[in-house]
């Protein structure tokens, strides 16, 4: 289910007595978690921001389509892409084979991801140490072979809480989304082990049944690659650390 709609000019504002959203050709409905900082969250005036808001919006700019925004809890956000509760997913999510033979990907509108650990003693040995991951997410795939205890959570800001209550001895999550939440942290929160890899990058999912939204999305990104918006885009959101195109 989802629990808000957050609708966005981008060529005409729906008129009275339109058609509904899921018979009205041009009018694509933008998934997202709304909880993933800096890449989507609610702001204080109860709408969807961050990164992919300000991306998603200019992707429908050019390809003139009238978008709006639909918020779902990430642990079901493929599932209801499927069911046809709205067409695309841009919510951090990471291209993966798994995620694939699913649903379909554009080309990726950020390079390969880098995750990594945070703990609150930077002496904590990961063997063996309980760690805390976003359900259903690559980092939470990748805890779950190693030798530490994984225990997911559906939402970042459990899996933080858990961290500083003492129920988990560290995190393992998308670093461009930890870094500013340990800059912020006083020293309370540290880096541990080595960074990791993982995905192919994070692209829009689309179902495998439109193919024709998938080349639209697909092109309009490649537009902005090509002029330099998606690097300012990037270094706007990610204070100048992203990795750019």
Do not use: H
Request: glycine share 8%.
């Amino acid at each position: 289910m989802t629990n808000g709609i957050y609708t966005i000019a981008i060529t005409a504002t729906l008129a009275l007595g339109a058609a509904p959203l899921a018979q009205a050709q041009d009018t694509i409905r933008l998934g997202t978690e709304g909880a993933y900082p800096p890449f989507n969250f609610i702001n204080d005036a109860g709408e969807v921001d961050g990164f992919e808001r300000e991306l998603g919006d200019e992707l429908c700019k050019r390809a003139e389509l009238s978008c709006v925004w639909v918020t779902n809890d990430w642990d079901s956000i493929i599932p209801n892409l499927v069911s046809g509760n709205y067409d695309t997913i841009m919510a951090g999510m990471s291209i993966t084979d798994e995620r694939d033979a699913v649903i379909d990907f554009t080309q990726n509108y950020i390079p390969p991801v880098t995750s990594a650990y945070v703990a609150t003693d930077p002496d904590l040995d990961l063997s063996g140490a309980v760690v805390t991951a976003q359900a259903n997410t690559t980092e939470s795939a990748y805890v779950a072979e190693t030798d530490s205890t994984l225990i997911e959570y559906a939402t970042p800001d459990e899996m933080l809480s858990a961290l500083r209550s003492g129920e988990a001895d560290a995190v393992f999550a998308d670093k461009k989304y930890l870094e500013p939440i340990v800059e912020d942290s006083g020293g309370e929160l540290v880096w541990i082990g080595e960074d990791v890899q993982l995905g192919r990058g994070i692209g829009i999912g689309i179902r495998e049944s439109d193919p024709e939204l998938l080349a639209t999305f697909d092109s309009a990104i490649g537009e902005m690659k090509e002029d330099g918006s998606l690097n300012e885009l990037l270094t706007k959101w990610f204070k100048g650390e992203a990795d750019l195109y």
